[in-house]
């Protein structure tokens, strides 16, 4: 098992990283800019205290990186072999949700005093929420 301070983007220099703005609070996206991560915690950061149910974060999250690269999303998108984009997008997301175990990544955004989580409703629909 990995130590959980690897997964720690507290001793990255900040001014790599792309900012959001919650409460009025810039906070840094704790991922690689053009990366699916990023792109997620972007979504998330745009949506803080609601319910983001997986197809819109699926269309959003595609929405970012096409705007970016719209080649490289063109690749993610058709990728043979693979999963469908949306799967993976999911998985991706569930990810950044985990905050111990083999793969925390959750933990960087917990450094930025927040919380993502991955929820179902009432019909058993997914969604993820980003809080304080």
């Known amino acids: 098992m990995r130590d959980a301070s690897s997964y720690s983007f507290k001793r990255k220099n900040a001014d790599v990283f792309d900012l959001a703005s919650i409460d009025e609070k810039a906070i840094p996206i704790p991922a690689a ?67 111990s175990g083999n793969h925390p990544y959750g933990l960087r955004v917990r450094e930025q005093g927040l919380l993502l989580r991955a929820a179902t409703d009432e019909q058993g629909r997914l969604y993820f929420e980003l809080s304080r």
């Open 33 to 99: 800019i053009g990366s699916t991560y990023w792109a997620i915690l972007k979504v998330m950061f745009e949506h803080p205290n609601q319910r983001v149910y997986m197809d819109k974060l699926a269309s959003e999250v595609a929405a970012v990186l096409r705007d970016r690269d719209d080649e490289g999303w063109s690749t993610f998108e058709k990728k043979p072999d693979a999963k469908p984009w949306q799967d993976r997008l999911r998985m991706s997301a569930k990810l950044l949700t985990r905050t």
